[in-house]
């Protein structure tokens, strides 16, 4: 290590998603155990996109494992925007279900934020019905997004003081950035947030005690482009020659960040295991349990 540069700790987030599923694994048994039903999470897939396929298997393995029931309402690429919604309608309507997922993206030409608004959002796990989003705007209690609150839990675990901190947030998508910037001055940081249009972006970056990139470009943040002894929270999924990389230079990065997350098994697994803790949270304040 050359002077100047730190040891950095490289986050494994399967470890802390396996921690936190057995908590909540130990939570539902509890909850099973007087008697009660179990806690219910359906998923609505419409179409057979790979990535969509493979996404789904992870959740309801990790529903099945944490003792959770799961559902699963497959319709066809070719199904209306009011078949969508009807069996949203019936998952709604359907008490033993607690949380409903609609998988994205839908494919065209079927109007995602149409499906998201006839989400109950009460069962809305996946935090990103209007209602959800507005009250994380106004500090209300309610489903949050769960890349987001994976971030916050990686950074929690890791004991990055959020206080007074430079939050930057390169992303303003409604499903991570922007709701993850929300979350960060509930926590008292400072936020930036960037996007394709901010100007000397290596310069604001350079800037970030917290860095957070959600921006789906591929080694888009350069080793320099980070302060020394910031935390940095790549969750860019992108892949380059068939080899999956983040947003950020995750080689430059080593050395000058406190605390780095690999684009695969950072933050992925903890966004399963927030959905989990979703459903769980839904059932509870649906039952009363
Ligand atoms: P998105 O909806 O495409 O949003 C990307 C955001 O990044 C936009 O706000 C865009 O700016 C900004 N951006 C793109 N290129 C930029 C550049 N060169 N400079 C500055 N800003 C730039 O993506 P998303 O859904 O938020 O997802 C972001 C990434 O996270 C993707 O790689 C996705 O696969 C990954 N992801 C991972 C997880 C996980 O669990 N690990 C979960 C969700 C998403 P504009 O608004 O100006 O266009």
Same mark, same amino acid.
């Given at each position: 290590m050359s002077e100047g540069e730190r040891a950095t700790v490289i986050v494994d987030g399967m470890a802390l998603a396996n921690e936190l599923r057995e908590a909540l694994r130990i939570e539902v048994a509890s909850i099973v155990a007087r008697g009660l039903r179990a806690p219910c999470l359906a998923v609505v897939l419409v179409?057979?996109?790979?990535?969509? +396929?493979?996404? &789904?298997?992870g959740k309801r393995?990790?529903?099945?494992?944490? @003792?959770m029931a799961s559902r699963e309402h497959d319709l066809p690429a070719t199904a209306t925007q009011h078949e969508v919604e009807s069996v949203v309608a019936e998952l709604n309507a359907d008490d033993s279900v607690d949380g409903i997922l609609v998988q994205l993206p839908l494919p065209k030409p079927l109007d995602?934020?149409?499906? &998201?608004?006839? &989400? *109950?959002?009460?069962?809305?796990? *996946? @935090?990103?019905?209007?209602?959800n989003a507005g009250r994380l705007v106004a500090g209300l209690p309610g489903l949050r997004?769960? $890349?987001? +609150?994976?971030?916050?839990?990686?950074l929690d675990r890791h004991g990055v003081r959020l206080e007074g901190a430079h939050a930057v947030v390169v992303g303003r998508s409604t499903l991570v950035g922007k709701p993850v910037a929300l979350l960060l001055v509930e926590r008292?940081? $400072?936020v930036t947030i960037c996007h394709s249009r $901010?100007?000397? +972006?290596? @310069?604001?970056?350079r800037e970030a005690d917290v860095l957070v990139a959600a921006a789906g470009s591929p080694l888009l943040l350069k080793g320099d482009w980070i302060k020394l002894g910031a935390a940095?929270?790549?969750?860019?999924?992108?892949? &380059?020659?068939?080899?999956?990389? @983040?947003?950020?230079?995750?080689?430059?990065a080593l050395g000058r960040a406190s605390l780095l997350t690999p684009s695969r098994g950072g933050v992925g697994p903890l966004t399963i295991t927030m959905l989990l803790h979703n459903t769980l949270a839904a059932y509870r304040r649906r039952t009363g349990a």
């Open positions: 179409g057979d996109n790979p990535a969509s +396929l493979s996404y &789904i298997r393995r990790a529903c099945e494992r944490a @003792g995602a934020s149409g499906v &998201i608004l006839a &989400i *109950d959002p009460a069962k809305d796990v *996946d @935090g990103l019905h209007p209602e997004p769960c $890349t987001p +609150l994976g971030i916050l839990e990686v008292n940081a $400072t $901010t100007r000397d +972006l290596a @310069g604001v970056c940095v929270v790549d969750i860019g999924v992108n892949v &380059i020659d068939g080899r999956q990389v @983040g947003d950020v230079d995750f080689d430059a």
